[in-house]
């Protein structure tokens, strides 16, 4: 891929947009409350003010490489 920047909007819009696709294909209820919850309203804050915190620290330790994406089984 690609060196692609995006602001933290553009990524955050990235991940619903993943998410919005997951869900059309597996109707998942987890999944359709998460996107409830992110949706944004008039104002530009999200329906559940904590997922916007919770999303500006997934951005801060990926950005300080704190998030490992491998493959870990668990017992």
Same mark, same amino acid.
């Given at each position: 891929?690609?060196?692609?920047?995006?602001?933290?909007?553009?990524?955050? &819009?990235?991940?619903?947009?993943?998410? $919005?696709?997951?869900? =059309?294909?597996?109707?998942?209820?987890? /999944?359709?409350?998460? %996107?409830?919850?992110?949706?944004? &309203?008039?104002?530009?804050?999200?329906? $559940?003010?904590?997922? =916007?915190?919770?999303?500006?620290?997934? /951005?801060?330790?990926? %950005?300080?490489?704190?998030?490992?994406?491998?493959?870990?089984?668990?017992?």
């Amino acid at each position: 891929m690609s060196n692609v920047t995006l602001t933290e909007k553009e990524a955050f &819009l990235a991940m619903y947009s993943f998410l $919005d696709e997951y869900y =059309q294909l597996t109707k998942s209820d987890d /999944i359709g409350s998460l %996107l409830g919850s992110m949706s944004l &309203l008039k104002d530009g804050g999200s329906v $559940d003010p904590a997922i =916007q915190s919770s999303w500006l620290k997934a /951005i801060e330790k990926a %950005l300080k490489s704190e998030t490992n994406a491998g493959l870990v089984f668990r017992k």
